[in-house]
């Protein structure tokens, strides 16, 4: 039985490797030295008398036997998992480990007070939350989930959807008084804009017209890929700023910023949704994660007030 014990143990630690992409960030996670995670990976090979994982001293990579070992081993543990949490009924109190990733902005904003919550509730299961606006591959990140807000590219991914949020245009009054308040989008083109730049195309913005959209060319000297910045760029009378409505609420609030063309702003508002590999075999503590998320939205639909930002639909 110890010795079955071990075998499992050398199988997740491959796996945690291969996931991560380190033998050090397997290490940390899994609470083991990184000496030992390697002497767990070459007993594991030792014993399936194949070589699974190329190693120098740059990078990491699988064989051609590792990467067959590692789809199946993984598909096998995750269903070990999901079996045993099955047969328990989540009897005790439901454990894990959780890596989510959302936007910068949005988290700093929502997921504090969300997580503090999660945790009173389930103390066992552990989340380590990346902030981050670039758009990562999360299988190969090692994430379990991502809250992404905006266009999704095609993936296998699952997507549920979460929420939505108004987009609008606004600027300083300082700036609008020096260099006048756009009265259609094209004039935009006379104004100095400022630039989301992590969108596939940062510098068009999408606009309506007669009901159909309209996109217009902007230029500018200043962009970011955060959307905090660039609110607070606008807000010192940098320019004029395209962002969802909750980055900026609470400068239109005290009138420091000010919304403009609001009848021709993009009507379809931005759409928010929680990613995650797979729909069969969810860990318990990622379907808890989800619920409560998704909960969360819920409550502040029917709490929601004109100039919240943040409409949700189930």
């Not at 070459?42 to 051609?64: F, I, M, Q």
């Not at 756009?182 to 195309?201: F, G, K, M, V, W």
Request: hydrophobic letters at 40%; one cysteine or more.
């Amino acid at each position: 039985m110890k010795n079955q014990q071990s075998l499992l143990d050398d199988r997740q630690v491959f796996v945690t490797i291969v996931r991560h992409g380190s033998f050090t960030a397997a290490a940390r996670e899994l609470e083991l030295t990184t000496a030992a995670v390697s002497r767990r990976v070459k007993a594991l090979e030792h014993r399936l008398g194949v070589r699974l994982l190329n190693r120098t001293t740059r990078r990491l990579s699988l064989t051609d036997a590792g990467q067959q070992y590692y789809e199946d081993m993984s598909r096998l543990l995750l269903e070990l998992q999901q079996t045993e949490e099955r047969i328990s009924g989540l009897a005790s109190d439901p454990a894990g480990f959780l890596r989510i990733t959302a936007p910068l902005s949005f988290g700093m904003r929502y997921l504090g007070e969300l997580i503090a919550g999660f945790h009173a509730r389930y103390p066992a299961i552990r989340i380590e939350l990346t902030l981050d606006d670039t758009m990562r591959d999360i299988v190969s990140s090692g994430f379990d989930a991502a809250i992404r807000i905006g266009k999704l590219q095609d993936s296998t991914l699952v997507a549920r959807r979460l929420g939505s949020f108004r987009q609008l245009v606004c600027a300083s009054p300082e700036y609008l008084a020096r260099h006048g308040v756009p009265r259609i989008p094209q004039e935009l083109a006379d104004h100095e804009c400022l630039h989301y730049t992590n969108l596939e195309s940062p510098r068009d913005w999408l606009f309506e017209s007669d009901g159909k959209p309209l996109r217009i060319r902007t230029a500018g000297s200043f962009g970011a890929n955060n959307g905090d910045v660039l609110c607070d760029a606008a807000v010192h009378g940098m320019g004029v700023v395209y962002l969802p409505l909750f980055i900026a609420e609470r400068y239109l609030h005290d009138g420091r910023l000010v919304s403009i063309l609001e009848e021709d702003v993009d009507k379809d508002p931005l759409e928010m949704f929680a990613l995650y590999p797979t729909r069969s075999f969810m860990p318990a503590a990622l379907k808890l994660f989800l619920q409560a998320l998704s909960e969360s939205c819920s409550s502040q639909e029917s709490s929601a007030v004109s100039y919240t930002g943040l409409s949700i639909s189930k």
